[in-house]
């Protein structure tokens, strides 16, 4: 079933084509990764896929519904409920806690405190920043901030996490725990963006982009 179809997204900036037609599709559950060089369209493909970013030509069909033909309450409430957006950068509220900061989307969906702060922290603990959960976010290493953005993106147990670069700034021990909690087999749909051969290879298969293209 498919859960994700892109169909001619396109994507200019000042005149130029910097997502140039690009049709994909995922399947319920399938993880794809989407690797090309440094400013060949990955980030802007995934802003318009995520609903943040509107394409400038083409569809994106998330589930049954042509996503950006909704009103901006559908669209806002699919973002909440549906997708979960890991940032290149890691996006969090600075001033709020990490564990707050993995809770907070569960709260704007009607979610009860004190369970969304238990996920949140079974969230934490899985990617290994359980001890940092009551810091505030402003003092989080990068990687740890990263982490927490991971958690971020699954606590409303998304049908799609649309992931940019999750693990750039993390070692091999934190990649891995990463990893096992984005891509294990009865979660999301995910598609990744990444720079690592290693993560790539994790991922059910691989998306080449090249110029606003993808090549394979
Ligand atoms: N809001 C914007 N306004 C103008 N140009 C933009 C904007 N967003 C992206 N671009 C340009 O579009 C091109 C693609 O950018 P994008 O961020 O999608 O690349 P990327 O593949 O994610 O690169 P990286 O691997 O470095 O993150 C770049 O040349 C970038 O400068
Ligand atoms: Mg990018």
Redesign the pocket.
């Known amino acids: 079933m498919t859960l994700l179809a892109v169909e001619g997204a396109q994507r200019r900036?000042?005149g130029r084509e910097?997502v140039a037609g690009v049709s994909l599709a995922i399947a319920k559950g399938e993880t794809v990764a989407l690797m090309?060089?440094?400013?060949?369209?990955?980030?802007?493909?995934l802003q318009m896929i995520g609903l943040l970013d509107r394409p400038d030509g083409g569809t994106i069909q998330l589930g049954t519904l042509d996503a950006w033909a909704q009103s901006q309450a559908i669209r806002a409430e699919l973002r909440l409920t549906s997708i979960g957006f890991v940032f290149?950068h890691s996006n969090l509220i600075p001033y709020l806690s990490a564990r707050d900061n993995v809770a907070l989307p569960a709260w704007r969906a009607g979610g009860a405190r004190a369970p969304a702060l238990a996920r949140a922290d079974e969230l934490l603990e899985r990617v290994g920043v359980g001890g940092r959960r009551d810091g505030r976010a402003s003092e989080l290493s990068i990687g740890e901030a990263q982490r927490v953005a991971v958690a971020r993106a699954l606590i409303n147990r998304p049908r799609l996490v649309l992931a940019?670069?999750p693990t750039g700034s993390l070692d091999a021990e934190s990649t891995e725990a990463v990893l096992a909690l984005l891509l294990a087999n009865d979660g999301p749909a995910v598609l990744v963006?990444t720079?690592d051969p290693e993560v790539a290879a994790r991922a059910g298969r691989t998306l080449h982009?090249r110029d606003g293209k993808l090549t394979s």
């Open positions: 900036f000042a910097v090309g060089p440094s400013g060949c369209g990955k980030t802007s493909l290149q940019d670069e963006v720079h982009m």
